[in-house]
């Protein structure tokens, strides 16, 4: 059991859920091979395992291939509009904090157009999770470039190339001040199951970015970071507690002045120069650096990269409106019949 009780109001035993209890009815319209179709499984799969009821929990999504995701699942939930889906989130959670709320975003619902919400949303620390797929180009307007494509993409509202920066949406979300941030992949299940329910036993905002492929216009963009013949290469699984070693152990991290600094085990340093991961670090800029690093210069880091506890934003305000009410009663009939009205004469 984590840090989540279950809503009040519930007697009876919690229902033994299998992973079909969470399907609904309704055709699964992505393209055949897209990548959300196993985020989707592992989801669902989880749901069956976690210790909720499938009405305390709500799924809320904006617009594009992603935001699909709450009519798939058999939970409450909210297809809102672009880019809005933390505010209706929001105040969901505010009206009523024991659900567990979800939002699905993409990198162009949840950075772009909703860029601004989703900001807010991270640094006020509402006890949700947000589940960022992220493919870099927008699929469901059939692939204009994102705010995550990289420089030089070639797409069809940039056909000379893309000269936007891209935007590292790990970055974002730490200096929007997200308590906990992590990366994990469409495909590996086991590891994203797992990092999801991490986030879900975390309380306040949740931030996990997902690589996803979009097959159709956008094929192979993290074929480097996913393939099983070079992620060991290409990747660095992060676990707190544990030496930040990639490449079957033979590479590893360290830190130079506050940067990253790839070395070889044996050849420019013995396993104790390799850095320490620390998930639960204060101190920030050692996940910040982690989180502006990528191939092929670096191997893309997958896992928590930062956990940290603050109280949540409907915490604190339950809290004040407690206390409010606890310091004056309200009297309706007193307010309207008070010094602070007027009548309206006249025909």
Sequence with gaps: MSDHDLPSGHDEPLPKYTKDDFATDQDVRWCPGCGDYAILATVQKLMAELPVRREDHVFVSGIG???????????????????????????????????????????????????????????????????????????????????????????????????????????????????????SYDVDGKHLSGLIRQAWEHKGTSFIEIYQNCNIFNDGAFTSVTEKASKEASQ?????????????????????????????????????DVATHDAYDADISRAFALANVQVPEYPTPMGLLRAVVRPTYESLLHAQIEEAQSKKKADLHAILHGGYTWKVEGN
């Design 65 to 183: 291939c992603s935001s699909r995701f709450p009519y798939y699942m058999n939970t409450y939930g909210f297809h809102t509009i672009h880019g809005r889906a933390t505010a209706v989130a929001s105040g969901l959670k505010i009206t009523n904090p024991n659900l567990h709320v979800w939002i699905v975003t993409g990198d162009g619902d949840g950075l772009s157009i909703g860029g601004n919400h989703l900001m807010h949303l991270l640094r006020r620390n509402f006890d949700v999770t947000v589940l960022l797929f992220n493919n870099r180009i927008y699929g469901l307007t059939k692939g204009q470039y994102s705010p995550t494509s990289e420089l030089g993409k070639r797409t069809k509202s940039t056909p000379m190339g893309s000269i936007d920066y891209p935007l590292s949406p790990l970055a974002v979300a730490l200096g929007s001040g997200a308590s906990f941030v992590g990366r």
């Design 236 to 272: 660095l699984r992060l676990e707190h507690g544990k030496k930040m070693l990639f490449d079957g152990g033979r590479k590893g991290i360290t830190f130079h002045e506050g940067r990253p600094v790839v070395i070889t085990v044996g050849v420019d340093g013995t396993e104790d």
